[in-house]
Structures are given as C-alpha cells and as structure tokens.
C-alpha cells in the first residue's frame, strides 16, 4: 500500500458528461501528480501541484483541469468527455518539490467513456 | 521533445534465471532516474532509483546499472520468480525542476514456471 487513496477505483460514464475524480497524498505529501495511462500511450504526465499551487502541465486537455485543496488532496475534473478519455487515471504524491524524488502512485481510477 | 524508450516491449524469462530490461534516454539533462513495476490492476510500485553521480546501486534481488556516455539504463533482477511478472517502466527526471518524471512505454516481464 503505497498510502495514496484514489476514489472511485472505476467510473463508467457517457459522452459529453463530467466526472471528478479524487486523490489523497500520502500523509505529509506536499505535491500531487496525475497521469493517464492508455495502452497506447503509456503513462503521460498531466498535471502538477505543490501546496495548492499549479506547479506543471504536461498535455493536459483544456477540457481538463485540476486543483490541490487546503488539506492538500486533489480533484481531477473532466469534462465533455469523448471516447478517448477512456483510460487509467493515476494519482501520485511526492514529499516535496524538488526533482529526484520518488513518487508514490495510488492504485488509479478506471474510466471508461461509452 | 523529451522521451524515455524501451528497447523490447515483451521479455519472457525461465523462473530462476536472471532477466535484464533495458531502457534508452534522450534528455542528457535527466539527473534522476527510477524504476517502477505495474501489476495488473494497480499503480505502479517504486523498484530502485538511482542518480546521475552513480553507475550502478543495488537493491534486493534487483540493480540499476546507468550508462550516462550512451544514456542507457538496465534494470537487473536476480533469480526471477513468478511474483516479478508485471510491467517495467523506466523514468527520468527530463530538464525541468518540478520533480515530475518522464515514463517510457514499459516492458513486459513474462517469468516461465
């Protein structure tokens, strides 16, 4: 157990809707990544945050977007969703921001767009 | 742009035998670089790390070997058991200082009984 929490484990949902998907660090974690992982893309590196502040985007759709809370955990929302946006949404956490540091990954969010 | 590659997509292994996975990086700029294994069905799990000031660092049945002249990594599991079957991904740090990692697309340990 990594120590990351990620709700829900699976969503299914249909096209043109919005789902939240949630995230809790580890305790003592102060940055929160999110990732998508699809079979033919691998896993690619979406948002980041420290402290509640943005701290890097990757290809981040703007159809997507994110925020880290006072209690530092974390929300991704998506919104019009397509058929493509089905994937393995991942959370991973991090003691800081500083590079070289491991991340810990929950154990992710199916969703699948039908 | 940045990218971490995997040499093979699929490597299948006899139970105890050695297995070696090899990784290719692009960004010489990377200083950090780690090891993660996916099981099916859940996230990816830390394995070994190691920084640019290192060539090798050992670990528990596993090493990482780092190759900065040809930006090459290896990780190296010893006596490979049933339980190593999973995906292998390696990851680097790329240029920027947010402590975001870069992941290659992974290979796929396959361990034969």
């Known amino acids: 157990d990594s120590g990351v929490t990620q709700t829900p484990k699976h969503l299914i949902t249909a096209t043109g809707q919005r789902v939240t998907l949630r995230c809790s660090p580890r305790s003592g974690d102060l940055s929160v990544y999110w990732y998508q992982q699809s079979l033919d893309q691998g896993l690619q590196f979406l948002i980041q945050y420290y402290n509640g502040e943005e701290r890097a985007k990757g290809n981040i759709l703007e159809r997507f977007s994110a925020q880290q809370f006072p209690d530092l955990h974390s929300e991704l929302n998506l919104s019009s969703l397509e058929l493509g946006d089905s994937a393995l949404y991942f959370c991973?956490?991090?003691?800081?921001?500083?590079?070289?540091?491991?991340?810990?990954f929950g154990s992710g969010t199916q969703l699948s767009v039908l | 742009g940045e990218s971490v590659g995997l040499h093979l997509p699929t490597l299948s292994v006899q139970e105890g035998d050695n297995s070696i996975i090899n990784c290719a990086y692009s960004?010489?700029?990377?200083?950090?670089f780690i090891w993660y294994k996916q099981e099916s069905g859940k996230g990816p799990q830390f394995i070994i790390d190691?920084?640019?000031?290192?060539d090798k660092r050992q670990g528990q049945r596993v090493t990482v070997l780092l190759n900065k002249t040809v930006k090459h990594l290896s990780l190296q599991i010893a006596a490979t058991q049933p339980g190593d079957s999973a995906v292998y991904f390696c990851a680097e740090n790329g240029s920027s200082n947010t402590g975001k990692l870069i992941f290659g697309q992974g290979t796929t340990l396959q361990v034969k009984p």
């Open positions: 991973a956490s991090s003691p800081s921001v500083g590079t070289g540091e491991k991340l810990f």
């Open positions: 960004n010489s700029a990377s200083d950090y």
């Open positions: 190691i920084r640019s000031n290192m």
